[in-house]
């Protein structure tokens, strides 16, 4: 009787063995999913954000000095060629007359009239063409060669006419050059002009400091759109969106091991750091800046010094 006993309850107590193994072994899996995120932490701060609009601009020399012809002849001698630089007053080219080349070359009837014609740089400047060598043919008032002068060099800035309001005579902005060189350059003038078939206005940028830089050189201009003062600033690995950005957040710390996910509206967005509108955070609260792409609304974190 009692060995039956022990019969009719053994499979019971087996039963609860197994039970009570299946919970011991789903409560340690369920300690094992809460993985703990390592992270880095900062606060936000309070500073000035700048907004830019970026803008393409050319390289040119206002001031020119084309040199013509004054006769109808040769080029009887060049004594400067494209890249040299002219001072003012020196010679340039001799020309020699159309009819003095015909009667130099007559042996029979020789006059001794030789038509030299000498011509010199009206201004200290930089020879960037020559337009007729020596030996060529050209007539009155054709151009010779073109001088620049260095210290006129600017940056002609195509600007939409709705944009207008950004442009203020004076204001400083930078110039990007092609290998990465920033210049500093200020708002000269604006001409009382616009391009036919763009519809843009003309503005000049005059470089702060002289460059041996081409002509039609292609830059690009930061003009300030929008400037903010004592405004919330986080860094910009703090701030995340969705796929559109449309939705922008950030995983505030509620103590020292987790942290949540806060909706924020964003501002102006600078090179490396973010403005947050709203909510309006205090220098106490804590933001993920790394470990916080990819986890949930409410995460267990470990803070790395």
């Not at 020879?127 to 002068?149: A, S, Y």
Request: charged share 20%.
């Amino acid at each position: 009787m009692k060995q039956r006993t022990i019969m009719l309850f053994l499979p019971g107590l087996l039963g609860l063995v197994l039970l009570s193994s299946c919970r011991n072994n789903h409560g340690s899996e369920e300690k094992a999913v809460r993985a703990v995120v390592p992270v880095t932490v900062t606060a936000v701060r309070t500073g000035t954000m700048t907004e830019y609009a970026e803008f393409p601009a050319t390289s040119s020399f206002l001031e020119k000095a084309v040199i013509k012809s004054p006769i109808t002849g040769y080029v009887e001698k060049c004594f400067v060629s494209a890249g040299d630089r002219a001072i003012k007053n020196e010679l340039l080219f001799e020309l020699r007359t159309r009819e003095a080349t015909v009667l130099y070359q007559d042996s029979v009837h020789a006059l001794g009239i030789t038509g030299l014609i000498q011509v010199r740089a009206s201004i200290e400047g930089l020879v960037t063409i020559i337009n007729h060598p020596k030996g060529d043919f050209m007539q009155e008032g054709e151009p010779l060669c073109t001088l620049v002068l260095p210290q006129s060099l600017v940056f002609i800035l195509e600007l939409p006419y709705e944009l207008k309001d950004y442009i203020r005579l004076g204001n400083e902005c930078v110039l990007l050059l092609p290998d990465n060189e920033k210049l500093s350059a200020t708002i000269h003038a604006v001409l009382p002009a616009m391009t036919g078939s763009s519809q843009t206005i003309r503005v000049i940028l005059e470089p702060r400091k002289t460059m041996p830089l081409p002509e039609n050189l292609m830059a690009k201009v930061k003009i300030v759109r929008s400037l903010k003062n004592h405004v919330l600033i986080l860094p910009k690995s703090s701030v995340l969106s969705d796929e559109v950005m449309k939705s922008f957040w950030v995983m505030k710390l509620v103590n020292d091991t987790m942290a949540v996910k806060v909706p924020v509206k964003t501002g102006i967005t600078g090179t490396d750091s973010i403005e947050v509108v709203s909510p309006a955070f205090t220098a106490a609260d804590r933001f993920l800046t790394s470990g916080n792409y990819g986890i949930g609304d409410t995460a267990i974190i470990r803070i790395i010094k």
